[in-house]
C-alpha cells in the first residue's frame, strides 16, 4: 500500500500510523520532512504525537513491583544450596 | 540494572564467585519483570512464580557458561521463556506472525470513523480529532488511569504485550528485545506501533469518559 498520494503530502490517518517510525528515527529523510511539515499545519496531529509521547512516558513510569519476599527467601536458599555444592 | 558492560560483568564474575548480595540484586531488578513476561506464557500466578524460581536456578546452574555475547538480561530472559514454553505448553513464539497477519497489516491504530471518509475534500483528515490531555501528566500514574493503562496492556495480543513491556516498561533497547524475542526490526516496530496505539487509545477513552458532559 502506498502511504503517499501522489501529492506528496501525508493525511493525518497515515500519519497516526508512522509515530513510532517517526519516534524511533527509522523514517527516512524524505519522509520524515512529510511528516513534520504535516505536523506544522496540523494541531490534531501535534496533540496526538504529543499523547504518544505522553503514553511512552507513563508506560515508563508504571511504578516498579517487587518480588514476593517468600520467593526471594526460597532464592535467598537455593543460592546458598548452589554455592555450598560449588566447592 | 547493569547497563553498562564492564558492569555486567563484575555482577557476573561476583555471582560466579559467590557473592549473595551480587546475585539478590540481580533478583531484585529483574525479578518483577521475569514474573511478567512469565505471566504471559503460562496459566496462573502460581505457575509464573515457580518459571522464576526455575529460571533463577537455571542462572546458577549456566553463569559458568555465560559468555557475554547476549547482554545479561537478554540471557536471562532467554532462560525464562524457554522454561515458560515449555510450562505454559503452548507454543507462543509461532503466534506472533499471525496476530500480525491475522488481524491484517490492515490494523488501524485510531478508528477509521474518526477520520473523513475518502471523496470528501479533507479525505482521511481528523474528523474527530483528539482533544489535549488536561492535567499534570502525572496524575496518568495514578489510581483509575494507571489501572486504565494495566488493563490495556493485559489486553493485548501476547507478542504485543511482550515487546511493549519490554521496550517501554523496561526501557529495553530495541535490539535487545530483537534479540530476546528472535523477531526483526521491522516486526518489532509493528508490535511496538500497535500495542502504544492501543494504550494511547484506552488512556483517551478513559479520560474522555471521566469529562463532565453538559
Known amino acids: 500500500m502506498r502511504l503517499w498520494r501522489r501529492t506528496g503530502e501525508i493525511t493525518c490517518q497515515e500519519l497516526v500510523e508512522l509515530v513510532t517510525e517517526y519516534l524511533e528515527g527509522t523514517l527516512p529523510g524524505r519522509d520524515r520532512v512529510r511528516f513534520e511539515r504535516h505536523l506544522d499545519g496540523c494541531p490534531y496531529c501535534t496533540i496526538y504525537l504529543d499523547q504518544m509521547r505522553i503514553t511512552i512516558r507513563t508506560l515508563g513510569r508504571l511504578p516498579e513491583e517487587t518480588i514476593e519476599p517468600g520467593a526471594?527467601?526460597?532464592?535467598?536458599?537455593?543460592?546458598?544450596?548452589?554455592?555450598?555444592?560449588?566447592v | 540494572m547493569a547497563d553498562d558492560l564492564s558492569e555486567e560483568r563484575l555482577l557476573v564474575d561476583a555471582v560466579r564467585r559467590g557473592d549473595q548480595t551480587a546475585f539478590m540484586r540481580l533478583v531484585d531488578d529483574l525479578g518483577p519483570l521475569l514474573l511478567r513476561v512469565a505471566r504471559m506464557y503460562v496459566p496462573s500466578q502460581a505457575?509464573?512464580?515457580?518459571?522464576?524460581?526455575?529460571?533463577?536456578?537455571g542462572v546458577l546452574n549456566g553463569i559458568d557458561r555465560f559468555e557475554g555475547r547476549a547482554s545479561l538480561k537478554t540471557w536471562i530472559f532467554r532462560i525464562l521463556t524457554n522454561i515458560a514454553k515449555t510450562r505454559g505448553g503452548r507454543e507462543r513464539r509461532s503466534v506472533p506472525f499471525s496476530a500480525l497477519a491475522g488481524a491484517g497489516g490492515e490494523e488501524r491504530s485510531v478508528d477509521p470513523d474518526r477520520f473523513f471518509p475518502p471523496g470528501h475534500e479533507q479525505a482521511r483528515g481528523w474528523a474527530l480529532g483528539p482533544t489535549p490531555w488536561e492535567g499534570p501528566e502525572e496524575s496518568l500514574l495514578?489510581?483509575?488511569?494507571?489501572?486504565?493503562?494495566?488493563?490495556?496492556?493485559?489486553?493485548?495480543p501476547p507478542s504485543q504485550r511482550?515487546?511493549?513491556?519490554?521496550?517501554?516498561?523496561?526501557?529495553?533497547?530495541?535490539e535487545?528485545?530483537?534479540?530476546?524475542?528472535?523477531?526483526?526490526?521491522?516486526?518489532?516496530r509493528v508490535l511496538l506501533h500497535r500495542a502504544r496505539s492501543k494504550v494511547r487509545g484506552a488512556i483517551e477513552r478513559y479520560l474522555n469518559a471521566m469529562e463532565p458532559t453538559t
Open chain 2, 162 to 174: 511482550e515487546v511493549i513491556t519490554l521496550r517501554d516498561v523496561e526501557g529495553w533497547s530495541s
Open chain 2, 47 to 57: 505457575v509464573a512464580e515457580e518459571v522464576v524460581q526455575e529460571t533463577w536456578i
Open chain 1, 72 to 86: 526471594r527467601d526460597a532464592l535467598l536458599d537455593a543460592f546458598r544450596d548452589w554455592k555450598r555444592e560449588r
Open chain 2, 142 to 156: 495514578s489510581g483509575e488511569t494507571r489501572k486504565t493503562v494495566l488493563d490495556a496492556i493485559d489486553a493485548l
Open chain 2, 176 to 188: 535487545e528485545v530483537r534479540n530476546a524475542m528472535d523477531i526483526t526490526e521491522t516486526n518489532q
